[in-house]
């Protein structure tokens, strides 16, 4: 095999492999997949994928709590922690924010006072 031919197979590779990851990343802008994804690290034991799921600012101190409960669990517990988790987490969309002063077609009264639904 000449050089040109290895160098066209090694583009597609490449093209095919980014590909790959760019369409099965995750929304972070959607709140149920997110969710589905650190459940899911969760299952597979993997708290390092789990806290890029996480808040920023706190994922490290987050893995590094977690990362030492889980080390200082029995093995009992430690399995049923584990096998709780689903295997295909469901989660939805939040409910919809209620906020005071909004347009009179969506009123609502909430713990007696007049607000509207987003």
């Not at 080390?71 to 409910?95: C, L, N, Q, W």
């Amino acid at each position: 095999m000449n050089f040109p031919k290895l160098m066209v197979l090694v583009a597609v590779v490449v093209v095919a492999i980014g590909s790959i990851m760019y369409f099965t990343r995750t929304d972070r802008s959607d709140p149920a997949a997110v969710a589905r994804a650190f459940t899911k690290a969760m299952k597979k034991q993997d708290t390092k994928a789990a806290a890029d799921f996480y808040m920023p600012d706190k994922a490290d101190a987050w893995r590094t709590a977690t990362q030492t409960k889980i080390d200082g669990m029995k093995s009992g517990t430690f399995t049923r922690y584990y096998e709780g988790i689903p295997e295909d987490p469901v989660f939805t969309t939040p409910a919809p924010a209620y906020i005071f002063g909004s347009p009179p077609a969506y009123r609502h009264w909430v713990r007696g006072r007049k607000c509207y639904l987003l």
